[in-house]
């Protein structure tokens, strides 16, 4: 059941993706061919005036068929228009998912009673080594960790996660002034916790009660949370902590919502965490999507600032031919790229 959920879920982010190409190109008058969702064979179409709108056999995504030939002499067509107008065309889809996964997480958080968790300090384990006028005491806001700004607990974990040793640089908020902490020791060690021995880094913070006003600030969180993750994995790729063998593709995205799915404790609790990750993965699509990385919407951008810069100097027209095999080109390494990430998927899989 979570499989066909997952499936569902991500077919219904790249058909949203589309569907922002597609309102943004209505809205300038941009000639659309067809509209699907799915991909492989037509289940069903309609002729509207102008657009074909079909559903399509595998629920695995969508598009949104403009005339793109860079020779058409059409005036409707997407090659046709302006800078500007190919530009917001190109940015709506990944708008469109930025802001379906804002929809999402605001559902999502609206379902949370309990309150949440801030960075300020209510208690210190005894025996934590490095409490004081020198280190930390209770009332502290832990406002930085290795320079990245904390907002939640959720920070506090994943920053200490991320970080390359148990020495840290801290800011923290204290009597309105901010005191740096730097080089600051702070480890999991064994804290007595209920009568028990348990192994935490000996801090308690400050519950946040749920207000409506809370769960819109944590809601905002939660989605530029999402894009920072993005970006700490995007700076773990280029520095060499990941490899090219750990991005993950369709398969490995629908396995991971079918996992979450399995261990949650409840249905419920299965569809607001499959939920919660449907929106992380919709960030990753509209940050992803919107980087100038050839191929992608952001690099067709980019290409058509260039060009423009270009042409200004030159003070003529570039041909327009140049353009298409530039993109063609990035396409067929992207493509080359997804056929690596799937085998390396369906590998992955296989070898668990």
Request: hydrophobic share 50%.
């Amino acid at each position: 059941m979570y499989i066909l959920i997952a499936i569902f879920a991500f077919g219904l982010l790249i058909a949203v993706h589309e569907l922002g190409h597609f309102s943004a190109a209505k809205l300038l008058k941009v000639k659309v061919y067809e509209f699907a969702i799915g991909m492989g064979p037509k289940l069903f179409q309609k002729q509207g005036k102008e657009t074909l709108y079909t559903l399509r056999a595998f629920p695995i995504g969508g598009f949104c068929a403009m005339e793109e030939d860079v020779e058409s002499d059409d005036p409707r067509a997407f090659t046709s228009q302006n800078r500007w107008r190919r530009a917001v065309i190109l940015a709506a889809g990944g708008t469109a998912n930025l802001v379906f996964a804002c929809i999402i997480i605001i559902l999502v958080v609206s379902r949370m009673n309990g309150g949440f968790v801030g960075t300020t300090l209510t208690d210190i384990a005894d025996g934590f080594p490095n409490e004081g006028i020198h280190g930390l005491m209770v009332g502290d806001q832990i406002m930085t960790i290795n320079g990245e700004r904390l907002y939640y607990i959720d920070d506090f974990f994943l920053l200490m996660q991320l970080a390359q040793s148990n020495e840290i640089d801290l800011t923290v908020k204290r009597s309105g002034a901010i005191v740096p902490l730097n080089n600051f020791t702070l480890e999991r060690r064994e804290y007595e916790t209920d009568g028990t021995m348990q192994l935490r880094y000996g801090l308690s913070f400050n519950r946040i009660e749920s207000s409506f006003v809370e769960k819109l600030k944590y809601s905002a969180y939660m989605t530029w949370n999402n894009v920072r993750i993005i970006k700490y994995s995007l700076a773990q790729l280029f520095s060499g902590e990941a490899g090219v063998r750990d991005l993950a593709g369709p398969v490995a995205i629908v396995d991971a919502m079918n996992e979450i799915g399995k261990t949650s404790r409840s249905i419920a609790a299965a569809l607001l965490d499959i939920a919660e990750f449907t929106a992380f993965i919709g960030v990753n699509i509209a940050v992803i999507n919107l980087l100038p990385i050839p191929a992608m919407d952001g690099g067709r951008i980019l290409f058509l600032s260039i060009s423009w810069l270009i042409e200004k100097a030159l003070k003529r027209r570039l041909d327009p031919k140049y353009e298409g095999y530039i993109h063609t080109s990035a396409l067929l390494l992207l493509m080359g790229l997804m056929v690596f990430i799937l085998f390396n998927d369906i590998m992955r899989i296989a070898s668990r």
